[in-house]
T-cell receptor, first 112, second 111 residues
Framework: EAQVTQNPRYLITVTGKKLTVTCSQNMNHEYMSWYRQDPGLGLRQIYY???????DKGDVPEGYKVSRKEKRNFPLILESPSPNQTSLYFCASSLRGFHEQYFGPGTRLTVT | GENVEQHPSTLSVQEGDSAVIKCTYS??????FPWYKQELGKGPQLIIDIRSNVGEKKDQRIAVTLNKTAKHFSLHITETQPEDSAVYFCAASANTDKLIFGTGTRLQVFP
């Protein structure tokens, strides 16, 4: 089944404790992206990747890191999480460019 | 940069009625306008999109219209059903790298 998977789905952590949210797609898509969703703010892009070893900042990149060593994986890294990073995170992928993005099921992160 | 405004934030309709959600964008160079539907507990899913060289596109009960002069586009859902209840997001893009999303509309369809 073609899909985007994220792990974990739920995570509660404390301020400053490094964490990684994994994202994987099995559709051989070139484009991958991370978004955060907050009430009243919609979806905001954190980072995106046009292809392996190519990443770029979205609209809200502060406090996040990403890497794209393999085509199928695009992990999101929070080196020192803070409470303002409490949010619902979505990974997405598309065959080429940002058109027709497929979204993962989301990761709900709480930072206390 | 691009900015997308979406209205209304909530919309309640009776089953069988029509629903309309409107978005405006700021960058006149925008040329791609998708709509995503997000059901409870799931990620957004693309339901329809339109490019700037087309004024209207229809897919069964869903249609999108684009007015480039006024810089706004709308989603129209006819004969609404309870399964249409979800959060809908519009988006716009003026380049090949990323989308800018609206803030979402929560649609409730009452039986």
């Amino acid at each position: 089944e073609a899909q985007v998977t994220q792990n974990p789905r739920y995570l509660i952590t404390v301020t400053g404790k490094k964490l990684t949210v994994t994202c994987s797609q099995n559709m051989n898509h070139e484009y991958m992206s991370w978004y955060r969703q907050d009430p009243g703010l919609g979806l905001r892009q954190i980072y995106y990747s046009m292809n392996v070893e190519v990443t770029d900042k979205g609209d809200v990149p502060e406090g996040y890191k990403v890497s794209r060593k393999e085509k199928r994986n695009f992990p999101l890294i929070l080196e020192s999480p803070s409470p303002n990073q409490t949010s619902l995170y979505f990974c997405a992928s598309s065959l080429r460019g940002f058109h027709e993005q497929y979204f993962g099921p989301g990761t709900r992160l709480t930072v206390t | 940069g691009e900015n997308v405004e979406q209205h209304p934030s909530t919309l309640s309709v009776q089953e069988g009625d029509s629903a309309v959600i409107k978005c405006t964008y700021s960058d006149s160079a925008s040329n791609y306008f998708p709509w995503y539907k997000q059901e409870l507990g799931k990620g957004p899913q693309l339901i329809i999109d339109i490019r700037s060289n087309v004024g209207e596109k229809k897919d069964q009960r869903i249609a999108v219209t684009l007015n480039k002069t006024a810089k706004h586009f709308s989603l129209h859902i006819t004969e609404t059903q309870p399964e249409d209840s979800a959060v809908y997001f519009c988006a716009a893009s003026a380049n090949t790298d990323k989308l800018i999303f609206g803030t979402g509309t929560r649609l409730q369809v009452f039986p």
